[in-house]
């Protein structure tokens, strides 16, 4: 099967700064394994309709712990023993003005040090994070510091992902036991053994705990005291996590087989055969199951009656769990790629090679998807935009040499990355990126022109990742100490020139010179004249007499003193019918 690898003075200044079945989630919130308590693997977040790689991150050797994340951190499990914090949303730029990605160095915040490697996925809840470990513990610690709270010894391995409900911590053992422990104080609440090893995770919902053992069985406890509600018997181990959604059950066992199961009283509504064992956890989203096969293909089946809505093709097994957000679906093989499927119509969008079995299930956060693999690492992936063209910069049009001018702009990025601008001043210098500015913040740079003429300023934005806008339509500056003030025509031209600097000019010459006409002389065309200061916010009219002519000319005039310092030059367009000169608009 073919596989496809994806791989100058500035001063700134802040003038403003539903998928059936599925229960309410929160776009920003993915606080345990397979997003809720529900365990049903749907984000109404955006998600990545590429395979654009934002980061990725080592944390330990070998990665199966599912992520989660709370409170603007993400948190991930490693076989080293160690939970690792991250800042998913950083604040703090290079010099270069790219804000560090969360997984590189600087955004790794701490990590706490089980006894024994993690292979459970963690649950935040409420500024807490629970996990288990094979040292037999489940622990609590604090979010914020990564200090412990409490550990809870069991009898052996825990490597089920909690699922923490109202106070309480739901958690298996490989020691065949479930646990409740009470959430704050990590007391015992009660206890529920099986005939089996337990690596399932409790799915909670209404008062009742769902989870799988290698007896066989799916399990239905009362989540007060973990009394039997039902029992149900596959033909192998249950090491998928169940799904709850509109009263059914979905899970899946290494008999082959994905079950549906009635909430009410365990007994089967389907069975969908996929040929292989099935220790990938369902998902639910649009009345459609979503689970993956050892067989070697993620299957997508009708809620409702068990039929088979379509199957995607991966290399080798699927043991990763699917997750499902914007009719895409995603999930990892031990093939080491990602997958990425159109869920309409089967078509793989997108897939990236991680070089390593991936068991790991991935988590959809705020558009972003983020998945570890086997190789130690852990991935982000996000589409990325650039952020929307800044407005026209809005400053002056017209200044003089030596002054300082003020320009402002604005803009928003499609993903509210932090932006950076960066203003082209028309002469051959810029700003240099300034920020990072929130979305819609107004930006404020000022910039001094050493020459007179006419200059185009302009400006751009870009992202926290580096992604450029186009540049934005210029605003055109002339930039002069003497200027023309008043142009008018009759018996010749008749201007003002005026003195719009701080400081009087000597010895202008002027020069007027007339292209175009039927009948001129090319000789008579052309006037020029000498003043010999104009003071600092005074003027000065000239004239160039009459002459003859008829028909469309051009009138250019140019002004410079005597160091040529100040320099202006201005064409305009003219008709002269007989001595007559009129100057046109256009």
């Not at 412990?148 to 036991?177: A, F, H, L, Q, R």
């Not at 996929?274 to 649009?286: E, F, H, N, Y």
């Not at 809620?303 to 290399?315: F, K």
């Not at 003071?535 to 250019?556: A, C, D, H, N």
């Amino acid at each position: 099967m073919q596989r496809m690898a994806f791989s100058l003075t500035v001063v700134l200044v802040l003038l403003t700064s539903s998928a059936a079945g599925v229960l309410s989630a929160s776009v920003d919130n993915w606080s345990m394994f397979h997003h809720d308590a529900q365990h049903t693997g749907y984000s109404p977040s955006k998600a990545p309709k590429t395979p654009n790689m934002m980061w990725n991150a080592s944390v330990g050797p070998f990665v199966s712990s599912s992520p989660a994340f709370g409170k603007g951190r993400l948190y991930i499990g490693s076989t080293d023993g160690k939970m690792y914090f991250f800042d998913a949303d950083p604040s703090e730029g290079t010099d270069e003005g790219i804000i560090d990605p969360p997984g590189s160095t600087s955004d790794l915040i701490m990590n706490f040090s089980a006894g024994g490697p993690i292979y459970s996925s963690p649950v935040w809840d409420d500024g807490r994070l629970y996990f288990g470990s094979s040292d037999g513990k489940v622990y609590c610690v604090y979010s914020s510091v990564g200090t412990e709270i409490w550990n809870y010894s069991t009898s052996g391995p825990v490597s089920s992902s909690p699922t923490v409900v109202n106070g309480k911590v739901y958690v298996g053992s490989e020691d065949g036991t479930i646990y409740a422990l009470d959430a704050i104080t990590g007391e015992n609440l009660w206890v529920r053994p099986t005939s089996g090893p337990i690596r399932s995770s409790p799915a909670v919902v209404d008062g009742k705990v769902y989870v799988g053992s290698d007896d066989n069985k799916v399990y239905c406890l009362y989540a007060s005291n973990g009394t039997e509600y039902w029992t149900y018997s596959t033909n192998d181990r249950v090491v998928s996590s169940p799904a709850v959604a509109d009263g059914k059950i979905y899970v899946g066992s290494e008999d082959g087989n994905v079950y549906c199961l009635y909430a009410s009283n365990g007994t089967e509504n389907w069975r969908f055969s996929t040929l292989g064992a099935v220790c990938s956890s369902p998902a639910i989203a649009d009345g459609k199951v979503f689970v993956g096969s050892d067989y070697g293909y993620l299957y997508c089946i009708y809620a409702s009656n068990g039929s088979l809505y379509n199957q995607y093709a991966a290399d080798d097994m699927v043991r990763s769990s699917p997750v499902v957000a914007e009719n895409k679906v995603y999930v990892g093989s031990n093939d080491g790629y990602v997958y990425c499927f159109n869920i309409t119509d089967g078509q793989r969008l997108w897939c990236y090679d991680t070089h390593a079995p991936i068991s790991s299930s991935p988590a959809i956060i705020n558009m972003r998807l983020y998945v570890a693999s086997e190789n130690g690492n852990i991935y982000c992936f996000r589409d990325e935009n650039p952020p929307d063209v800044p407005l026209i910069p809005n400053g002056p049009t017209v200044g003089i040499i030596k002054e300082e001018y003020r320009f402002i702009s604005r803009t928003s990025d499609p993903e509210s990355d932090p932006i950076f601008y960066l203003f082209d001043w028309g002469d051959g210098n810029k700003s240099g990126w300034l920020g990072p500015f929130d979305q819609q913040v107004v930006v404020n740079a000022t910039y001094i022109w050493k020459t007179e003429g006419e200059y185009q300023v302009r400006v751009k934005a870009k992202d926290s990742f580096g992604v450029e806008s186009d540049w934005s339509l210029p605003i055109t500056l002339e930039i002069n100490i003497l200027t023309i003030s008043l142009l008018r025509g009759g018996f010749g031209i008749h201007l003002e020139i005026s003195n719009i600097g701080k400081r009087k000019v000597w010895y202008i010459a002027w020069n007027v010179t007339y292209v175009g006409g039927r009948v001129m002389n090319p000789a008579y065309g052309k006037f020029s004249g000498e003043i010999e200061s104009i003071p600092s916010g005074e003027s000065q009219m000239i004239t160039t007499g009459p002459f003859f002519e008829y028909g469309r000319l051009k009138v250019i005039i140019k002004i410079q003193d005597k160091y040529q310092e100040n320099i202006m030059t201005k064409t305009v367009n003219a008709y002269a019918f007989g001595y007559l000169v009129f100057i046109l608009p256009w």
